[in-house]
């Protein structure tokens, strides 16, 4: 494509977001594809992005897509569906060259984060990746469900992380909101014998939509007397800055609190409560996509019944409001 080319996107400025229609097309260097996006999928991140979080992110939003390679060096490439993994790393630091392979993923020092940090997103008619980011999609799982694949993947990483408890525990995962969902999707899936999964949230309708999963019980109280220091592992997934603070109530001494909100404000932490408990805290953050697809295969069906609603790319603003109402689920924007 010309130098020159113009496309539509959903872009963060100074003064919001904004769809436009003359935004500069990406241009593909040396190992990258040109991708057309099919759809992007609105994330809680984008939402705290508009909000602040990172520093001021300015450019065009989003990160969980589904698209067709149009341009790449290698040419069975071209053509194919996929998803891609939205951390773009350097490939030549030690955390690149001398770390494990989730190091180099998530925490090269010196990586650009597709639609958070450094490089454009995929609410836009177009995107370009590493070709060593992108996965092909599978012919038997549509559009709608592929685009599931990196909050799925973000879910499959605290399995990867190990954050698991022993067989025959309970483990509680706080938050019903979209991503909350999927986290008791996979762990369901991969629980050891005997373990019973407590999610909590706030809403009946949605924990509905997990309740019927082997081993699940769901609550939409809030937690009680007998729930507190009864976890061995909890998972915060509440999207709220207290919700921490709470995980931190439910989590047993020495036990682990997996952390997966991230917000644009600050969290208050009484800190006495993780000593005197002796908590592990562990981050979480970008996931598998191997494992991702493989969940994708058994549960696309059941993670298609999250879609709430579709727009166009050019009611994206609409898309975002859609978003952000309390209680939404997710938004997918539509390119065509």
């Excluded at 980011?133 to 709608?144: E, F, G, Q, S, Y």
């Excluded at 762990?187 to 009946?204: A, I, Q």
Aim: proline fraction near 6%.
């Amino acid at each position: 494509y010309p130098h020159d080319c113009k496309m539509r996107a959903v872009v963060l400025t100074d003064e919001g977001p904004q769809v436009v229609a003359d935004h500069k097309e990406p241009i593909r260097a040396p190992g990258e594809a040109l991708i057309r996006v099919l759809r992007a999928g609105v994330c809680s991140t984008d939402l705290q992005l508009i909000a602040g979080y990172k520093g001021g992110y300015r450019g065009v939003l989003g990160h969980e897509f589904v698209g067709i390679v149009e341009q790449a060096d290698e040419a069975d490439w071209v053509g194919k569906r996929v998803v891609g993994e939205i951390n773009v790393p350097c490939r030549d630091c030690d955390t690149c060259t001398k770390g494990s392979i989730d190091a180099a993923r998530n925490h090269c020092p010196n990586r650009r984060c597709l639609g958070i940090v450094g490089k454009d997103g995929c609410m836009a008619e177009r995107i370009t990746l590493p070709i060593l980011n992108l996965h092909r999609v599978p012919d038997a799982i549509p559009d709608k469900i592929a685009v599931f694949a990196e909050p799925l993947a973000a879910a499959c990483r605290i399995v990867e992380q190990g954050c698991l408890p022993s067989p025959g525990e309970r483990i509680a995962v706080i938050g019903d909101g979209k991503l909350g969902l999927l986290i008791t999707e996979v762990l369901s899936r991969s629980l050891p014998p005997g373990c019973t999964l407590v999610h909590f949230g706030r809403h009946e309708k949605k924990l509905n939509m997990v309740s019927d999963l082997p081993n699940v019980m769901v609550s939409a109280q809030s937690p009680c007397a007998e729930h507190m220091q009864a976890f061995p592992v909890v998972v915060e997934a509440s999207g709220s800055p207290v919700g921490l603070e709470q995980a931190m109530n439910l989590c047993r001494p020495l036990g682990t609190v997996v952390v997966k909100t991230t917000c644009a404000g600050t969290a208050p932490i009484n800190t006495a409560t993780i000593v005197v408990a002796e908590l592990k805290l562990v981050g979480s953050r970008c996931g598998p996509f191997d494992k991702a697809m493989h969940m994708l295969e058994k549960v696309g069906s059941r993670v298609e019944r999250y879609v709430e609603c579709e727009v166009k790319l050019g009611d994206g603003l609409l898309g975002l409001e859609q978003a952000a109402r309390k209680g939404a689920l997710k938004v997918q924007l539509v390119m065509e």
